[in-house]
């Protein structure tokens, strides 16, 4: 059954859409957010953590599950590769969250937070 907020939804993430992500044989217009996290320490400095938060259309992430590997395609050209840190989570309104820890190329090699003074 189709989420009755999937049109507006839909709608919204065409206008506020900011990259292409390839999921199965498919590829989907989402919206792509920088959720830096940061922490700062006691000593002085703070740690800074790259991960991104990815909103797209739930019914275009049914088959997406944490550790998978997805490839995006930023409108401004730039290729990315993220693993998937969490299951996707549904908001109710017809879209999916999830949270992406992005990596080095196209490997297993995950970027690590960063420690600034």
């Known amino acids: 059954m189709q989420c009755p907020f999937e049109k507006a939804s839909r709608s919204i993430l065409l206008r506020l859409s900011n990259a292409i992500v ?3 044989n ?3 217009r989402v919206l ?3 959720a830096t996290e940061t922490e700062e320490l006691r000593s002085g400095g703070f740690v800074e953590s790259p ?3 990815l909103k797209g259309l739930s019914s275009e992430f ?3 599950k944490a550790k998978d590997q997805l490839q995006v395609q930023l409108d401004s ?3 990315l590769f993220a693993t998937v840190k969490r299951p996707p989570k549904p908001d109710g309104a017809g879209l999916t969250i ?3 820890t ?6 297993d090699a995950t970027t690590n937070p960063v420690i600034r003074y």
């Open 102 to 107: 992005p990596v080095k190329g196209n490997s």
């Open 77 to 79: 050209g730039d290729t």
């Open 98 to 100: 999830i949270q992406l």
């Open 51 to 53: 991960d991104m938060e």
């Open 62 to 64: 049914t088959g997406v």
């Open 32 to 34: 792509i957010q920088n």
């Open 26 to 28: 498919k590829t989907a």
């Open 22 to 24: 390839d999921v199965g």
